[in-house]
């Protein structure tokens, strides 16, 4: 049996395929888990998936679209069917910026963590356990006045991002006589392709720079450590509850 953190575990990540995703699904091989690397962008999953294997850990992919609940249904099974059952799954999966439209936002972002949660505690409440980790925002906790962006970080994203911190205690409360652990991560800004546009604009990117508090954006991997401890044993008693992992900017 494979050594670390989470060995013998067996995990789902949605959006595996970039950022910060990517950075959980290599971590969490790393730390012996069985990883099945979800993405909409098939070739980028099974990129991360053969990574991962290249390392001597053991993945698989498989393409899914978050905002499909058969999808995520089958994207659970899928890790059953593989491995026996499903110990861990992150609901990572989102998008953002001025290109999308309010559904498909919404669809992503709140309906696909939704899915996750629903389907994902059915299946390990029936197994005996689980700890489910999705994935938020600093957006979750605060508007923003964001220069040359109406609605700061986004009306859609600001309302699905606070969601998901409202799914993440509800379902955190369902799952606690069932030894099924729900929590959330609130990342800042983080160097990932989400944030392309702000990189883009120089202005923009110093503006981001210079509100948060450490000076710098964080890194995906920042993020996936905090999701590594939130999915293992080490957040035993955890439940219901959200890391901010932001740099200091909601502290300000």
Known sequence: MAEGRLAGKNALVTGAGSGIGKAISVLFGREGAKVMAADINEEAASSVAAQIEDSGDEARSLRAD????????????????????????????GIGGQQYTWDQVIAVNQSGVFYGCLHGLAQMQKQGGGAIVNTA?????????????????????????????????QFGLDGAPHNVRVNAICPG???TPLIAPLKEAQPMLDWAVQNTPMGRLGRAEEIAKAALFLASDDSSFMTGAYLVVDGGYTAR
């Open 137 to 169: 925002s600093m957006a979750g906790l605060i508007g923003a006045f964001v220069p040359g962006f109406p609605g700061g970080f986004g009306y859609a994203y600001i309302a699905a991002k606070h969601g998901v911190l409202g799914l993440t205690k």
């Open 189 to 191: 800004w983080i160097d």
């Open 66 to 93: 978050t905002s499909s609940e058969d999808e995520v249904r089958a994207a659970i099974g899928a890790v059953v069917d593989a491995w026996g059952r499903i110990d861990i799954l992150v609901n990572n999966a």
